[in-house]
């Protein structure tokens, strides 16, 4: 290709929100873009043409990007599942920084890796709070079906209550039926904490 060709791709790359990244099939850093720089998906001092990617895996390690464990063990096995992976391969991963970012990794027919970097903070953060409004909404059906059987349990026990107060002759009958609804009030709030808990009751 011509050097004009090369400006202009050069240019489209750069004007790519997505981070872009290519490892030759020594697993060498052979191309990247603007937005791969600026992301922080790497430490800078591995963002140059030859860089190793098992270097930068390393010095990752170290930084806490993988969690906890021996840094050079770490980086090898990521290699290694890099080079004897799936074609395409996504990975989402937190950057020390708090960003969050989801990785796709290609396998050209060269033997070059290819890999792209998004940055889907906000999209998690928004799919957290969709998930927890979908919850609260749960909860409020919950409670508002919750209330209305528990006020139809508290009107047979008041109900028939005032009914043996005021008719003492009948008073056993009234108060039976009172403890029958308190009865199915105590059953309906043992069900319930059974079902928040996840396990049966045992009360004593």
């Keep these: ?96 920084c708090g960003t969050m970012v989801r990785i796709r990794r290609f396998h050209l027919d060269n033997g070059c890796v290819c890999a792209t970097f998004s940055d889907v903070t906000r999209e998690l953060e928004l ?24 006020n139809n349990v508290l009107g047979i026990v008041m109900g028939n209550i005032e009914l043996a107060m005021l008719n003492q002759d009948n008073a056993l009958t009234h108060m039976r039926r009172a403890l029958a609804g308190a009865e199915r009030g105590s059953e309906l709030i043992h069900h319930l904490l059974a079902f928040g808990r996840k396990q049966p009751l045992a009360p004593a």
């Design 1 to 96: 290709m011509s050097n004009a060709t090369d400006v202009i791709l050069r240019e489209v790359f750069d004007s790519i929100d997505e981070g872009v990244c290519v490892y030759d099939a020594d697993l060498r850093l052979a191309y990247w873009n603007a937005a791969y720089e600026t992301m922080g998906v790497s430490p800078p001092e591995f963002i140059y043409l030859g860089a190793s990617i098992l270097e930068a895996y390393s010095t990752m390690a170290e930084m806490g990007y993988y969690g906890e464990g021996d840094p050079k063990a770490i980086a090898k096995t990521r290699v290694k599942a890099l080079v004897e992976g799936p074609m395409i391969e996504s990975e989402l991963l937190s950057l020390p």
């Design 127 to 150: 799919q957290k709070h969709i998930t927890q409004s979908a919850k609260l909404d749960a909860i409020g059906k919950l409670t508002g079906g919750l209330a209305h059987d528990l």
